[in-house]
């Protein structure tokens, strides 16, 4: 016999496990960083409630200067939109395509997603090393001596210069996503288009491409929302110098809160962060949309 | 059956209380004293005395990277669980903001017992309110190493005394090829290893501390003398051009290496430069004076500020005091034999220390006014403010006067 009342709470006991960790992980601590974006707090007394205040300093202040910040977090989602995905894409469409020794690519390609920030950001320091680093040595060796420049400490490369690891790394990820996109296709797809006389490039432009919209979706709303929460690799090379000539949201965040013992203002760049994510978000997902 | 049973179980109840008791008590002890650090070593030497000395006591060390050490421990204090029994710490603003927040145990009613081989005088920066929250075991200040045989290569055999002078010497060994200054600006508070001592030695002790307090302001003729000066050492070309991207362990290894005549910090290096291969090149003075009619050339940055404390919430109250006191008093004698530090507790008077240590020591013991380090006395926001307005001004991204306004502007609000 069928009992609804039963039938529904057997739904709650089972949800509830999940329901407990999505609150316990996700929502209380929003919760808590909302509240404490409203207060003053050294982190150790009672924290003091102070309304929107963090928010008004947290726009207006020269000392914090979240704008310079945001700048390089929009610049950083930009460029992997424009470059690091595209990239991605041109290379899972090559791969696909029954390359010899294609594991082998897919593998190479994917290691810097293996490894931890931590070395490559070391690898990297090496790289740019204004004496021994391989990149001022290869420019002098051609005789590119004005080209040489202290990578990581001249601020007016030093953002450039963080950038193409990030860039880097995470290429062989969006790969990953694309190529899997592209092998779930239906090889009739493909194998018809060429029949009626279609050339790799327009199979690739035609059907390919339309059909992974979905993963391109994906990969859009990943490089966008990771690049505001972008944290360990600038953290690694510069944390955020020189003169916060490289600072994202996130550095910040972590130089108010721990550095600084300002969890109030900390707090209120988390909820800053979590809403320009969830507006990108949605925004990206709309764009898709539209263009349905 | 039964009885026999009950007793069975019995016993074993008996040597499960039993093995309680004999249960070793464990401390936990935060440090930054990483393998890499040079006290690393002596740490290791005064927990195993330690322990030897209070059987049953068993000590987990858990050393942390400086700048990740100072994450850990604010986030843990902010948590206020999973605290360390005793912890490492600096004096002044650093340990304040914990005792502010009651996280630290006072340690008045134990201090007596210790004060003979620990001065008062000695405990002003873990001393709040007038009471005691911390055990300082080594004193540091800024001093001016210098290479001497790279100063011989261009007619000096002192290290210069005047500004004219250590301009003349900068320019001779500019012009030999060698950079005279080695300096990290990738970390700031190796930036205020040079701003700082031009400070005082144009300001003066006591104005020193005013500023630092919000008693004067900074906008000031020899504030702005002093910035100046530091500035000039940048743009007359005598720090590392490619300092901005150097750390400042590499920075040393370059100074030990012989890349720069000039290496102004932390008299804490000292163990590292002996053991170069030829330490006897290497001399420890002062930066000269700015304004003789403000300051001398003894009043120095830094002071007693390497302090281990006890948290106020841990469970072997006793245990942990004594760890801390103790380890303190080891720490103060080896850190100084082995030059890492000068000591806080009264020295062993046979203690056998290196040449350059001896200097440190003596300049020292000639102090007319010592002011702790800028980012130590200041509270963690003023401090990072402070080190960031120190960095622009090292970038010539601000004048003087900017950066004497903007210290007032934005630590004071006047």
């Known amino acids: ?126 790289i740019y090393n204004p004496e021994y680093g391989a990149l001022n040595m290869f420019l002098r060796s051609v005789g590119l001596d004005s080209w040489t420049r202290i990578w990581l400490g001249d601020k007016n490369v030093a953002f450039g210069a963080c950038l193409v690891p990030i860039l880097w790394q995470y290429v062989g990820y969006h790969m990953l996503l694309m190529y899997a996109g592209i092998k779930g296709m239906p090889a009739d797809l493909n194998e018809a288009a060429m029949l009626d006389g279609c050339t790799p490039a327009q199979v690739s432009w035609y059907i390919t491409i339309p059909y992974i919209r979905p993963i391109l979706r ?18 690694v090379l510069t944390n955020g110098g020189p003169n916060h000539a490289t600072e994202l949201p996130s550095t910040l965040m972590i130089n108010l809160l721990f550095l600084r013992n300002r969890y109030g203002m900390g707090s209120t760049i988390a909820v800053m962060l979590i809403v320009l994510c969830f507006v990108f978000a949605m925004l990206i997902n709309l764009a898709f949309k539209e263009e349905k | 059956m039964k009885k026999l049973v009950a007793l069975m179980l019995a016993a074993i109840m008996l040597l499960g209380i039993a093995s309680a008791v004999a249960e070793d008590v464990t401390l936990n002890l935060w440090t930054i004293a990483v393998e890499s650090d040079s006290s690393y070593q002596t740490f290791i030497d005064a927990i195993a005395a330690f322990e030897a000395a209070h059987p049953g006591v068993k000590v987990n060390h858990e050393p942390t990277q400086n700048e990740q050490y100072k994450i850990k421990i604010k986030a843990a204090m902010s948590a206020g669980t999973d605290l360390p029994d005793v912890f490492f710490t600096w004096g002044m603003g650093f340990l304040g903001e914990f005792v502010a927040a009651d996280r630290v145990l006072n340690l ?56 004219e002078e250590m301009n003349e010497c900068c320019d001779a060994l500019l012009a030999a090829g060698i950079t005279p200054f080695g300096v990290s600006g990738k970390e700031l508070w190796c930036l205020s290893e040079y701003l700082e001592p031009l400070m005082i030695k144009s300001v003066g002790t006591e104005r020193l501390i005013k500023l630092y307090n919000g008693e004067e302001s900074w906008n000031n003729p020899d504030v702005i003398a002093a910035v100046e000066a530091f500035q000039n050492l940048v743009n007359k070309n005598y720090f590392d051009p490619n300092a901005a991207a ?36 290497f001399q420890a003075g002062l930066f000269p004076v700015l304004n003789a009619d403000n300051a001398s050339l003894y009043e120095l940055i830094g002071g007693p500020n390497n302090t281990l404390a006890v948290t106020a919430t841990t469970e ?54 010592m002011v702790l380090f800028g980012d130590n006395f200041l509270s963690a926001d003023q401090a990072n403010t402070y080190l960031d307005y120190i960095g622009l001004a090292y970038a010539g991204d601000i004048t003087p006067e900017e950066f004497a306004q903007g210290m007032d502007d934005t630590l004071y609000n006047k």
């Open chain 1, 1 to 126: 016999m069928h009992r609804p009342f039963s039938y529904k709470l057997n739904i709650f006991l089972f949800l509830l496990p999940a329901l407990i960790l999505f609150v316990g992980i996700l929502i209380a601590p929003i919760a808590m960083s909302a509240y404490y974006s409203l207060t003053e707090w050294n982190g150790l007394g009672i924290p003091k409630f102070i309304g929107l205040q963090n928010y008004v300093e947290l726009f207006t202040s020269k000392s914090i200067n979240i704008m310079r910040a945001l700048k390089n977090a929009m610049l950083l989602a930009v460029l992997s939109v424009c470059i690091q995905l595209p990239f991605a894409l041109l290379l899972a469409l090559k791969l696909s395509r029954h390359v010899k020794g294609e594991r082998w690519y897919l593998a190479i390609y994917f290691m810097p997603v293996l490894i931890s920030s931590v070395v490559i950001g070391q690898l990297w320091i090496k």
């Open chain 1, 218 to 235: 994906v990969s859009v709303i990943f490089a966008v929302t990771g690049s505001l929460k972008s944290f360990d690799m600038i953290y």
């Open chain 2, 108 to 163: 008045d009613e134990y201090y007596p017992a210790y004060q003979e081989e620990l001065p008062v005088n000695m405990t002003a920066n873990a001393s709040y309110d007038g009471k005691l929250f911390g055990v300082p075991y080594t004193m540091s200040e800024v001093v001016l190493f210098a290479n001497m045989e790279i100063l011989a290569s261009v007619g000096y055999d002192h290290i210069p005394t005047t500004i």
């Open chain 2, 246 to 281: 150097l750390g400042n362990d590499e920075v040393k290894t370059n100074f030990i290496a012989g890349k720069y005549a000039f290496y102004q910090n932390g008299s804490w290096n000292c163990g590292d430069i002996d053991k170069s291969e030829n330490p006897a090149k």
């Open chain 2, 316 to 369: 072997h109250k006793e245990e942990a005091v004594a760890l801390a006191f103790e380890l303190g008093r080891f720490m103060s004698d080896a850190d100084y034999k082995s030059g890492a530090n000068l000591p806080c507790w009264t020295p062993d008077p046979d203690a056998q220390v290196s040449d350059l240590v001896s200097q440190v020591a003596d300049i020292a013991a000639k102090s007319e006014g």
